[in-house]
C-alpha cells in the first residue's frame, strides 16, 4: 500500500518536539515492512539549506483557501527510500521564530491540508492511506470527506489520525467556517467541528478520520474520560471502536550511548559503569554540581509547563534540595516554572543545576550522565524522555499515567523485576517518597546494577509498533 504521512514537523528537517522525532522514525520502520511510504510537509523558510539543496522543484499548486486562491509549489527529496515532499508557501511558512502560535495559524493549516489534497490530483504516487497528525491536519480529514470525496481519483483514499496530545486542539472563531474552509454552518455542530462555541482541528480529525490513533495503550483508555479528555472525550467516546492506542518507539541510530558523538565517553552494557562515571562529571562539571561519583544524580529534561509535574516539584523544593542527591535541570517554558528552577539552583548550590532553554547536547549528557530521570507528568500521551533514558541506563522515575505507565514497569525489591519507578497519584508527597525509596535501591548496588541491565536490554525501538500501524493501513486494502 502507498502510505502518506502528513504532519507540521518531522525531523531531521524541522522539529520542535516528540511529533518530529515519531514522523521522523516511524515512516522508515513501516517501509521497511514493505509498503511505499511517503511524508508531506510545509517548506519552512528555516529548513537547513543542507536539505534545502537536495530538494527538486516538481510542480506549482494553486491551492482554494476560503475564496481566495493562494500559490505554492510542491518539492521532493528522496532520503533513505522515502519520498519527502514539501509543501511551499513563503506567504505562510517562511516565518522568522516559532512554528505555532501566529496570529493566522488556522489560515495556514488549512492551507497545508488543502494543498496536499490539491497535490493528489497532479501526481502519480497516489495514496491509499493518508496518516494525519496532531491538530495541525485534523482538519484535512474533514476536507477529504467534504470537499475531495466525490471526485474519483479521491474515492479509494482513508484516513488514519493520531493524537499526539489532546490538550493542544486548533481552536479558532467561528467565522472561519465559511471564510477558510469553505464549510456550511450544518457542519459547525456538536456531531461536527464545532466545540464550546468555536471551530477545532481535532475535533475535525476525531469526527471524519476512518481511524483513530493515540501514542500509548493507556492514554487512549484515559482520553476516554473527563478528567484527560480535554472537552473531546464525548467525541471520542462516540468512536471508540474506531481508537486504538499504539505505542510510540524511539529512533535507535540517534539514542545510542555506545556511539554518541555528544556525551563525553561513549559505552555499551558492558561497559555503562565506567562511561556512566565519566559522563556524570562532565556534567556536574557542566552545572556547577559537586563533582562526585558517589553521590545519585537524578536528570529533568523538558519544557517547564504545567502538564510536566513543576508544580509538584515547587511543593517540594525545599525538601528535594536536602535529600543526598544532586539534581540537573534542563528546559524552558512558563516564566513561572522557569523562575522556580532559578530559585531552587540558587538556594541548593553544587546539589542542584539548571540550564534554562534548550541544548541538544546537555540533554544528551543528562541521559548519559545521570542516574535517575524524573517524570512527575500530570499526564503524558506517550513520552519519549524515559525510553532514551533507560537505552542509557538512567532508571526512570515517573507517575504512572499514560505512555509512561505502558514503559516503565516499577520496581519490585521481592523479585527484582522492574525498569525504575513510579507513583500513582499526582502528589508531591507521594513523589518525593519515590524520590527516597530510588535514593535507598541506589545505595544497594547490586540490584540498582540489574535493574540497569533490564532497562538497557528492553525494546524500544519501532518494530513492535510499525507492525500494528501497517496492520491498521490494510484494513482499508
Known sequence: MKIWYVASEAAPFMKTGGLADVVGSLPQAVADLGDEV?????????IAEEYVDEMEYLFDLIVPVGWRKQFGAVLKLERDGINYYFIDSEYYFKRDGVLYGHFDDAERFAFFSRAVLEMIGKIEDVPDVLHCHDWQTGILPAFLRIHYQHIEAYQHIRTVYTIHNLQYQGVFPEE?????????????????IQHNG???????????????????????????????GEGLDGALRHRAVDV??????IDLSTNDPSTDARIAQTYDLDTYKKGKIA????????????VRDDVMLIGFVSRLVDQKGLDLINAVREELGQ????????????????????????AHPGT????????????????AGADAFLMPSRFEPCGLSQLISMRYGTLPIVRETGGLRDTVKPYNEFTQEGTGFGFMNYNAHEMLA????????????ENWDALVHQAMTADYSWKQSAKQYRELYHLFA
Open 244 to 249: 486504538r492506542g499504539i505505542l510510540n518507539g
Open 198 to 228: 468555536l471551530v477545532n482541528y481535532m475535533k475535525a480529525g476525531i469526527v471524519h478520520s476512518d481511524q483513530i490513533t493515540t501514542v500509548s495503550p493507556s492514554y487512549r483508555d484515559e482520553i476516554m474520560e473527563p478528567y484527560y
Open 176 to 192: 472561519i467556517l465559511g471564510e477558510l474552509l469553505q464549510f456550511g454552518p450544518e457542519h459547525f455542530t456538536a456531531e461536527g
Open 38 to 46: 511517503s511524508v508531506v510537509m510545509p517548506k519552512y523558510g528555516s
Open 279 to 290: 559522563n556524570k562529571r562532565a556534567l556536574q562539571e557542566r552545572l556547577g554540581l559537586e
Open 434 to 445: 519515590t524520590i527516597e525509596y530510588s535514593i535507598r535501591v541506589y545505595s544497594e548496588k
Open 352 to 367: 542542584v543545576g539548571s540550564y534554562i532553554g534548550f541544548d541538544i547536547e546537555l540533554a544528551h549528557l543528562i541521559y
Open 323 to 346: 535529600l543526598p542527591c544532586q539534581f540537573a535541570f534542563l528546559g524552558s517554558g512558563q516564566p513561572e516554572y522557569e523562575g522556580i528552577i532559578h530559585e531552587m539552583t540558587a
